[in-house]
């Protein structure tokens, strides 16, 4: 079975300043995709970010990167200019295949605040 | 806005009662997902479906029952509810059912059990 865990159930930043918020994941899938979810206090789910596991190459997005470590099976999101509008509860999630089809697995979630 | 819409918004019942959530899934979409986030358990997959299908199962418990109509649309219901039923209910939707789509959110149904 897959499992996600973040560990950073509470992270906090400046504004215009650089976060890293941390998952590992556990999979015995060759091939899956990995994805970043924010949730902001209208408790809305918007996808930020999504890194397929078979590319080298670490995925952006704006002001959002991802560090994909296959081996190590960690997947952490880096926010850079950190924005007001960041602040919510980030959700690590891994896809996978097979007899799983399209379930999403999530990790606990880790708050996000960024301070004026 | 993802395109994917939930009614109703906020649902508030009473222990052993009966409600139904709808989704309606983006255009063109054929695969719809259901989610319960709580505060105990977090965001756990209930159910999918796949152009009326159902495709696979997650944490659903029996009270449980989901379906996906003809438009793709799809119902999930809820029975003999308790007091843990209480959570937000997410659908998702993405075009198909292989580990590349995207699942994108709607907004949630707010589900309280008095």
């Known amino acids: 079975a897959q499992t996600v865990t973040q560990s950073q159930p509470e992270m906090s930043v400046q504004e215009a300043e650089t976060v890293t918020l941390s998952c590992t994941y556990d999979?015995?899938?060759?091939?899956?995709?990995l994805f970043w979810y924010k949730q902001p206090p209208s408790r809305q789910m918007i996808l930020v970010i999504r890194?397929?596991?078979?590319?080298?190459q670490n995925a952006t997005e704006n002001r959002f990167s991802v560090n994909f470590q296959k081996a190590a099976k960690s997947f952490s999101l880096k926010i850079s200019d950190s924005q007001l509008g960041d602040t919510a509860m980030y959700f690590c999630?891994?896809?996978?295949?097979?007899?799983?089809?399209?379930?999403?697995?999530f990790g606990q979630g880790t708050i996000l605040t960024v301070h004026p | 806005d993802s395109g994917v819409t939930q009614t109703p918004k906020h649902l508030i019942t009473a222990t052993g009662q009966r409600v139904t959530l709808r989704c309606s899934p983006r255009?063109?979409?054929?695969?719809v997902y259901w989610y319960q986030q709580s505060l105990d358990q977090g965001l756990q997959f209930l159910i999918q479906?796949?152009?009326?299908?159902?495709?696979a199962k997650g944490n659903i418990l029996e009270r449980f029952s989901a379906q996906q109509f003809p438009d793709l649309h799809s119902e999930l219901n809820l029975s003999s509810l308790e007091l843990g039923d209480s959570a937000l209910y997410f659908c998702?939707?993405?075009?198909?059912?292989?580990?590349?789509?995207?699942?994108?959110f709607g907004p949630g149904t707010r589900l309280t059990v008095l």
């Open positions: 998702a939707s993405s075009v198909d059912t292989d580990r590349t789509d995207t699942q994108y």
């Open positions: 999979t015995s899938e060759s091939n899956y995709y």
């Open positions: 890194q397929e596991a078979y590319k080298q």
């Open positions: 999630a891994h896809h996978a295949g097979g007899t799983s089809y399209g379930k999403l697995t």
């Open positions: 255009s063109g979409d054929l695969s």
């Open positions: 479906y796949y152009n009326g299908e159902e495709r």
